[in-house]
């Protein structure tokens, strides 16, 4: 079975977070169930040489927008074991950074039409074209559009999977119109009957997003884990697209996301200063990265991480609120990621005045990132919502304990530790408030400080597996019954 996946971003080549994570490792799992999967992705300045050296050019064209035609080139290579496509045009992706330049919108389209415009032409007929997100959700729309009636676009089954309902792609109706040009008044024929609600954003019946187009059209919808897939049917997890999920017959399906655990090994990894496999391997990375960080080197202050996007999703606020209350129990937090000025800011004059206990990196490094998670006890992760999260997966790959607010997938992987059973991995709270924080790391340092509780804590982390495991069945599963039901539709 071949499965195409169009998506914006994807390790190793280009990756903003956890969206290029999940396209970068996903593909690597299926393989060993039978599915062929190649990946497409616009050929983005961002892409290092290293990996951009080995792309050779297969095909060339022009896609009008807006009437105006547009060049674009198709590139292809074999990297690290997947094939890629890179989709390449000099004006839309030759920025240096991947998103937030004011044009996504039209920058996505472009890319959407120019993947319509390649897949006849491919060396590699897909079963089922798999999206992810609003930047390819108009693909959908577009395939079942296809100008050629009996075009094999036109019946391939597609899926959307949704990694962030707050992220649509949203524009004025006009400007789809002058972008699209007849194409416009095609796809909206079938999905102009929607009537969202919900947010702000989503009440302005002059505007639609690519997003919500994508959720009517792609012939299935699924998201990264069943909390979130229960969340997205009501306000505010919906962000405004409530009412397009619920008008879905088929329920949006939620897969829990894994990790490639072969690039996650602390066993074999050479950016691990000391490779490790258990909690006590663990104290010479600390002492490392509190040396490295410039912290106070003590082996037993508990060290806990952020790792993240520096955006209001990942519930900052709440660290904000807490943050000398936090530092008062003598806990020292490491920092690393970028993001939002105000978050970046923040968290860097706090490090100033707080130079033993905090330390902030606000440009992402992987190789720090890595060391960070190695070295710290705890991972703090209290996202205000989480489609699933991939951090804290990476954090138990690690040995490191996540202490979670317990939304979306958060609340699917996180189970709280149980003093009286000695069973779950991590510590967690529900309410998005600064005192339930403060309540749930407070737990996590009775335990931290208990030796035999820690040691049960620790156990029950090494006997989970975070891998891509069932989940990648679950894919499987999907693309078969959408598959044969395909193969009956075409006999
Ligand atoms: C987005 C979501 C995150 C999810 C990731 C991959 O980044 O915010 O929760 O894990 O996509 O699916």
């Keep these: 079975m071949n499965i195409l996946f169009v998506v914006s971003e994807a390790v190793p080549l280009v990756k903003s977070g956890g969206l290029g994570e999940f396209a970068g490792s996903l593909p690597k799992s299926l393989g060993p169930l039978g599915a062929n999967v190649r990946v497409m992705l616009p050929g983005h300045r961002e892409i290092a040489a290293v990996h951009r050296r ?21 590139l292809e290579a074999d990297v690290e074991g997947i094939h890629y496509y890179l989709i390449e045009n000099a004006y839309y992706f030759g920025s240096s950074t991947l998103y937030g330049y004011g044009d996504e919108t039209e920058r ?26 609003w930047q390819t959700a108009l693909l959908p729309v577009l395939m079942r559009n296809s100008r050629q009636s009996g075009s094999r676009e036109r019946t391939m089954p597609s899926i959307l999977t949704i990694h962030n309902m707050h992220y649509q792609g949203r524009d004025e109706k006009g400007q789809f119109r002058q ?22 954003a989503a009440k302005n019946d002059e505007t639609v997003s690519c997003l ?46 894994g990790i490639d655990t072969a690039y996650y090994d602390s066993m074999q990894d050479h950016e691990i200063v000391f490779p490790y496999k258990s909690w006590a391997g663990k104290r010479a990375n600390k002492l490392a990265l509190q040396r490295r960080l410039g912290l106070r080197e003590d082996g037993a202050a508990p060290l806990f991480a952020i790792v993240s996007r520096l955006v209001r999703q990942k519930g900052l606020d709440l660290i904000i609120a807490q943050l000398s209350q936090l530092l008062s129990l003598g806990i020292q937090l490491a ?31 992987d190789r720090l990132a890595k ?33 979670v607010r317990l939304t979306g997938g958060l609340k699917d992987t996180i189970r709280p530790y149980n003093p009286e059973t000695g069973q779950g991995n991590g510590f967690g709270f529900e309410d998005y408030h600064p005192g339930q924080l403060l309540a749930a790391v407070g737990q996590a340092l009775e335990v931290y400080h208990d030796a035999r509780h820690w040691a049960a804590l620790q156990h029950s982390i ?30």
């Design 54 to 74: 080995a792309f050779q050019e297969v095909m060339q064209g022009r896609v009008e927008i807006g009437g105006v035609p547009h060049p674009w080139r198709l």
């Design 108 to 133: 996505y389209i472009f890319f959407c039409l120019v993947v319509l415009e390649v897949l006849p032409g491919l060396q590699f007929a897909p079963d089922i074209i798999h999206c992810h997100d």
């Design 179 to 200: 972008w699209l040009g007849g194409k416009y008044d095609e796809a909206w024929s079938q999905t102009g009957q929607l009537h969202t609600g919900g947010d702000t």
């Design 212 to 257: 919500e187009l994508g959720l009517v059209a792609a012939s299935r919808v699924t998201t990264v884990s069943p909390s979130y897939a229960a969340e997205i049917r009501g306000e505010p997890g919906g962000a405004g697209l409530s009412p397009v999920i619920l008008t879905r017959q088929d329920e949006v399906l939620g897969i829990c996301n």
């Design 335 to 365: 920092v690393i990621g970028s993001g939002e000025d105000y978050y970046q800011n923040f968290f860097r004059s706090a490090a100033v005045q707080h130079p033993e206990s905090l330390s902030v990196h606000t440009v992402f490094d």
């Design 371 to 403: 060391q960070i998670y190695a070295g710290s006890d705890f991972l703090l992760m209290p996202s205000l919502y989480e489609p699933c999260g991939i951090s804290q997966l990476i954090a138990l790959q690690f040995r490191t304990v996540p202490v």
């Design 462 to 491: 090494a006997a989970g597996d975070y891998g891509w495991g069932n989940s990648a069945m679950a894919y499987m599963h999907l693309y078969k019954e959408l598959w044969s039901s395909s193969e009956n539709q075409d006999s």
